[in-house]
């Protein structure tokens, strides 16, 4: 471990209080059991934090504050008074982006280098808010003619759909926190936000954040604690009208068999295996470190990590040997370190699941170029962290090719045309993203567009802005997360039919 490394909590105020209480109805409770369960640092599985253990008593309390919090002056708030809030929101973010970042490198291990201030990310949640804060006063319905005889008179209007149950993992938490907050306050719902058990940190935080700045009480509720109880008891809740969540494809189907009790409305943003094409003309100086770094960003615990790479025969084996040396090029170290660039998986549980695929690929018949191994050196023998793997010469039918690893394992595999690249990519019950890498305009538009995918980048990878929707195709999900798109997954819409003779 570096010198420059400091563990020293005070460093957050926040994390010297334990055990952490959750925010129901605008105070900070207990668990209801009185439970508590651990939080782990993964660059060295030391226990940072206890945090309050929910369970369905306390999902339900939390549902029944959101409940009334939507049912009292919330509802009569003005859109200029929500865009006010969010921008405040956003402001409390900004000014306090260091701690949160700290939190979130703690608890998920993504490294501090890459999401300090100053760094391109830093306000990167601050702007999807504010981008959310422009759409209170510009949400409406329409006047809409009929052709009934007399004088009828018809319109429609939007209205938030209720209470929302938004359950996030813990890949990204500030970010996947925010995309629910944001289109619930901008249209009006009330929420319980459930973080991940793996990092419930920053969640809190940002919640003390939103009682400071004036969200009302009950508007947005935290509830900690595990996915078979706090989370199953969300998307059972008859008095929950819409679950958003974020995580694996199999939680996604059971949420979709669990709301079918009372129809509750579903956005889900689920798993993917994205395919990313390096066609023989791209320019590899770019597509090299741009399809690496589109598997080992945040060690590869990315939904839309373009972890199938198919290259094109010509330049297969040179592109291999680039990615191969890139990879190996990586700095693999303790998450508070700032030298560093790929941090730990997030937990003991990822960390096996991921090493399973890492002796897998071998077995399969794939052949390492890259890595391989989970990494034991003395100083990070005690964390989770895992080598950036390259297996090249990997064939579509192995698991390595079909299975979300969600962990830094990139797969090479060869093609010689277009169509046939074409129908390899979309061999995949996912959908949520693909890349493709080409000087040639005429084959990056007809592969954009036969790409089975919620986003598809051309000569680039991993990029998002607020206004630009972002979901998944296929078993990748349900609506959109940000963009105008998004809205419309919390709201109703009524027509209201006004016979005036
Ligand atoms: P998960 O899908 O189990 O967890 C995500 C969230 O859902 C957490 O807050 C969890 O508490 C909650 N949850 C779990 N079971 C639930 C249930 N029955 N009802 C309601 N909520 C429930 O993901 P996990 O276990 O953390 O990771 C497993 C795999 O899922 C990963 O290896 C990866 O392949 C995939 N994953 C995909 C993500 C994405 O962004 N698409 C994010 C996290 C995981
Ligand atoms: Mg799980």
Redo the contacts with the bound molecule.
Sequence with gaps: MSASISTDPTRSSFLSGDPKKMLIGGLWVDAASGKTFPSFNPSTGEVIAEIAEGDAEDANRAVAAARAAFEGPWRRMKPSQRQELLWAVADAIEENYEELQLLEVLEMGSPIGRSRPGKKRSSWEASVLRYFAGWPTKIHGQTIPNSLPGSVFTYTVKEPVGVVAA?????RPISNAVWKIGPVLATGCTMVL?????ASLAALRLGELLTEVGVPDGVVNVVTG???T???T??EHHDVDKVS????????Q??VR?SAGNLKRLSL????KSPDVVFADADLTRAIPGAAMAVFTNSG???CAGTRIYAERPIYEQFVEGVSEFAKGLRVGNSLDPETQIGPLVSS??LE?VTGYLELGPEEGARTTAGGHRVMTEDLAKGYFVEPTVFADVEDGMRVARD???GPVACILPFDSLDEVSKRANDTNYG?SGGLWTRDIGKAHRLASEMQAGTVWVNGFLQFDPGIPFGGYKMSGWGSEMGEKSLDDYLNTKSVWINSD
């Design positions: 359950i996030v993992p813990w890949n459930k973080p991940a058990e793996e595990f996915g078979e706090v989370g199953a969300l998307t969540f974020t995580g694996s494809t199999a939680v996604g059971s949420i669990a943003e689920l798993g993917g615990q990315v939904c549980e990822q699941r979300e690893i969600f949520l």
